[in-house]
């Protein structure tokens, strides 16, 4: 392709199970890319492994991309939808010579193998059919069709990321393209789809490199032109072994119930893999127009859930509050407790939280947290207090409270810095540290401990409401 025209990219997942993290980054890149050089990002489904594909892993893979915000172009293609023309290739190589009949029963590959398993040599298929008259194919044998590769020199992946990658001709040999069944292998699908669909740009992950070989002969053979490749490192744990769960190897639903959110993942797994010079927060504006495949690394990224957090915490803290409050809600539906919580925010409730915000986005670092910290907000009097609420309920903090009382009474303002200055002023007068009226306020108001600044909390819940919890726990009730 020539720089002028507009790249078209593609996210090629296989429909086995949910977008897992590496994928998401792999269709990030490939949108990022596209984006910002004003092409266009196909989707296309590898569902041709029938008993491994199913419906719900694809409407999975589908909506994972949506919550990411990683938009395709056009219809998603399915792979298995396009096996006949994938068939007509295999024959069109067959008809120039670029592939033969291979006639060997399971008996004789078995024994190829065993024979190069004794020898100590690869696996190979020896090319027993690949000059051989077909007119002396036993009967009753349905045949396959081979590609018929290069036998000496070498091929050469010119990849952004990996470099010159050279591999021997000699070490691949002739690849099934067409089961006796029919049915089209893989590497033929990919190739066949990718050249129809137009893509100019290939980016996927480092374990396709092999595959990468074998595809680029195939479009040799069929005179077409070869797509520009970057294979990106693998995602590995912050230890630098293979990615387990644990360290973060799971789809991205369970980054939404965590409490990610989509802008902050984006920015997380950009980093992954593909750096800007020494950028580690940048908006996805900003990815867009720095993203170039020469910035895709080499060497395996190392996966991290505390810079995850922290990078989370930050696009939290930095949200509008609005904003926030419906990422929150969005979020809700799929985490425990948050459909019933959901169904309680109502128009007051959602005017509620959004005052709230500011003080609870201060904390927290997921909307997890920001679920928990919010609490205070859904809760009924009289408040259930937990273990730390209630031993800072002891006599000292209820006096603290029973004098605290009427003052806030008083009050005729009832906004977090008059307030403040009413129990500052009084803690002066009294010569009592201010923590020993902020502490039991805090545990009155919230049933916790910790919470956002209190005085905020005061505001927040109203007078009423606020005067009310905290005579709940006076004395005499
Ligand atoms: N379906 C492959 C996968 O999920 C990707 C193939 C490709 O990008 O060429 O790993």
């Known amino acids: 392709m020539s720089s002028a025209e ?20 792999t269709a990030l890149f490939n949108w990022a890319y596209a984006k910002g050089h004003k092409g266009k990002m196909l989707l296309r489904i590898e569902d041709t492994d029938r008993e491994r594909s199913n419906p719900a892993a694809v409407d999975a893979i589908l909506d994972g991309l949506k919550w990411l915000g990683l938009n395709w172009d056009g219809e998603a293609i399915s792979q298995y939808s396009r096996m006949q023309r994938h068939a007509e290739v295999a024959n069109e190589l067959l008809k120039a010579g670029n592939a033969y009949y291979c006639y060997c029963t399971p008996a004789e590959l ?6 190069a398993e004794a020898e100590k040599r690869p696996i190979r298929y020896d090319g027993t059919w690949r000059d051989r008259d077909p007119s002396t194919a036993p009967a009753g044998v349905k045949p396959v069709i081979r590609f018929r590769s290069p036998q000496e020199g070498e ?8 470099g010159r990658v050279v591999i021997p001709n000699k070490d691949l040999d002739d690849l099934i393209i067409l089961r006796s069944d029919g049915n089209p292998t893989y590497n033929l699908s990919v190739v066949v789809d990718d050249h129809d669909m137009g893509v100019t740009h290939i980016i996927r992950g480092v374990d396709h490199l092999t595959n990468a070989a074998r595809q680029s002969q195939i479009y040799l053979a ?23 769960k644990r360290h973060g190897a799971l789809g991205v639903e369970a980054y939404r119930a965590m409490g990610y959110v989509p802008a902050a993942l984006r920015n997380y797994l950009a980093r992954l893999g593909w ?23 080499n060497s395996p990224a190392r996966f991290d859930f505390a810079k995850l957090e922290n990078l989370n915490g930050h696009y939290i803290r930095h949200m509008a509050d609005v904003d926030l409050l419906n990422a929150f809600m969005g979020f809700l539906p799929f985490v425990e407790g948050g459909p019933e919580l959901l169904g309680k925010i109502d128009d007051a409730m959602q005017a509620k939280l959004v005052k709230a915000m500011p003080g609870l986005k201060e904390r927290a670092k997921t909307l997890v ?14 408040l259930p207090l937990d273990e730390k609420a209630k ?15 009427p003052l806030l009474a008083a009050s005729n303002e009832w ?12 803690a002066e007068a009294t010569g009592i540290k201010l923590g020993k009226f902020a502490q039991p306020l805090r545990a009155s108001l919230t049933g916790t401990s910790t919470s956002p600044g209190i005085f905020d909390v005061l505001e927040v819940l109203g007078r009423e409401e606020a005067l009310g919890r905290i005579a709940d726990q006076l004395p005499q009730g």
């Open 155 to 162: 091929t050469v992946i010119n990849d952004r990321a990996q």
């Open 415 to 426: 906004t977090a810095p008059a307030l403040e200055a009413i129990v500052k002023a009084h």
């Open 110 to 115: 078995t024994a190829m193998r065993e024979k």
């Open 222 to 244: 069929m005179g077409w032109a070869v797509p520009d490749m970057t294979h990106v490192p693998l995602i590995h744990g912050p230890d630098g072994a293979k990615l387990s």
């Open 391 to 405: 031993g800072l309920l002891n006599d000292e903090g209820k006096a603290a409270l029973q004098a605290l009382h």
């Open 275 to 297: 750096s800007h010079g020494d950028d580690e927060i940048f908006s996805t504006e900003q990815l867009v127009e720095w993203f170039e495949l020469e910035g895709v690394n």
């Open 369 to 382: 947290e920001l679920q928990t910290s919010s609490q205070y907000l859904f809760a009924h009097r009289p």
């Open 6 to 25: 507009s790249p078209v990219t593609r996210f090629a997942p296989s429909p086995t199970g949910f977008l897992h993290i590496g994928g998401a980054r």
